[in-house]
């Protein structure tokens, strides 16, 4: 069969819409993937298994070597949302507060923050058909209210554009309101503090400290972005503030977050110094200001992200030992 009929048929094959609600896009290639997740359904397969028997006739998922294993491993789709809620803490923080999320929705009104979080909705995801006015039931009620009730919740965040994006996902894996706003308050009350605050000092202080390690163990690539005056600022925020949403595939932002719920920021270090690694080389034959932002959108496309079962096993750079994200300088 020529490539294109191969081509060609597995786009026939594979359902435009992925399981997510998200339109593939026009470029999309469906023989790569089909490829890929022909080889990952038997791991998905296998490692479901696995998942049901450590699970079985447990309570609340609680962190282990075990699970630390399992989750680097991947978790599959419908233990996913169990596993978040255990080892991140939100399922002891909802247990703890029962009826507390629909009183916040209850609560005395904020026309600010409520004008902010409707001037997003139509931005968030419009690719995705679980978003549109014209679905039933359309997730932009469930959205907005998660992001209101973080909003009265902590108000000294209140909304934040990026949050909108994470809480979108959220509410795709657990189909569950009040799950997704106690992961949300997982995620930016205690896992990445003061990324979403005014000051963003925490996004900020580990912007720096992604600039640090890639001078530490990729130098010559810190070298040329001293010498083209870029900072990690432009090249990075998107990544650390939607924490790869819209930015690498949705099942490999799955896999990142599965260890980011149970094992903590240094993460997100960990991917981006993977995927700088990886295209070093492809990063050193920028010439200009402007060729260095380019190679860097190059990063998060093609097979080394799309393949995510081999992105992810196992996150292979290491922080330095004396570097530490905002989260150890608490």
Known sequence: MEPSERAQAARDRVPRIDPYGFERPEDFDYAAYEEFFSTYLVILTRRAIKWSKLLKGSGRVQKSMTVKRYIRKGVPLEHRARVWMGVSG???QMDRNPGYYHRLLQGQRNDSLEEAIRTDMNRTFPDNVKFRKSADPCLQKTLYNVLLAYGHHNQGVGYCQGMNFIAGYLILITKNEEESFWLLDALIGRILP???SPAMLGLKTDQEVLGELVRTKLPAV???MDGHGVLWTLLVSRWFICLFVD???VETVLRIWDCLFNEGSKIIFRVALTLIKQHQALIL???SFADVC???KELTR???VTE???FMQPPVYFLSPWICPSTCQQ
């Open 90 to 92: 939100a399922q002891a």
């Open 194 to 196: 003061d990324y979403y």
């Open 222 to 224: 810190a070298a040329l």
């Open 247 to 249: 930015i690498l595939p």
């Open 285 to 287: 034959e920028a010439t």
């Open 294 to 296: 380019e190679k860097f």
């Open 302 to 304: 093609g097979r080394f």
């Open 308 to 310: 995510c079962h081999t």
